[in-house]
């Protein structure tokens, strides 16, 4: 399984990215996909998630109403676009997928991509 996430980047307060996590080696549309985030010295945490359908997503509060979880089955991909950003968003984001929604610990997802990194500059 290979979980390829990219589409970080840096940009200013207030703009706009849209990471990708492209999958493979997994029967991706029977998968649920979910997005955490790491900051430098703090611990990873959760940031969106979204079941194998696309039909449910949980977020976190902090980005509610600023990020959107989704995905392409068909593309084998997940994406997380990310407006109206903040300096306390950057970090280093990770895609992670599980055969069920396994919640908002990272404990309970099994395959990891790699990170992107995204720097919000203010």
């Known amino acids: 399984v290979q979980l390829q996430a990219s589409g970080g980047g840096l940009v200013q307060a207030g703009g706009s990215l849209r990471l990708s996590c492209a999958a493979s080696?997994?029967?991706?549309?029977?998968?649920?996909m979910a997005w955490f985030r790491q900051a430098p010295g703090k611990e990873r945490e959760f940031v969106a998630a979204?079941?194998?359908?696309?039909?449910?997503?949980y977020y976190a509060e902090f980005v509610k109403g600023r990020f959107t979880i989704s995905r392409d089955n068909a593309k084998n991909t997940g994406y997380l676009q990310m407006d109206s950003l903040k300096p306390e968003d950057t970090a280093v984001y990770y895609c992670?997928?599980?055969?069920?929604?396994?919640?908002?610990?990272?404990?309970?997802?099994?395959?990891w991509g790699q990170g992107t990194l995204v720097t919000v500059s203010s």
């Open positions: 979204i079941t194998w359908s696309g039909v449910t997503t």
């Open positions: 080696g997994l029967t991706f549309n029977t998968y649920s």
């Open positions: 992670a997928s599980n055969l069920f929604y396994s919640g908002n610990s990272d404990t309970g997802w099994d395959f």
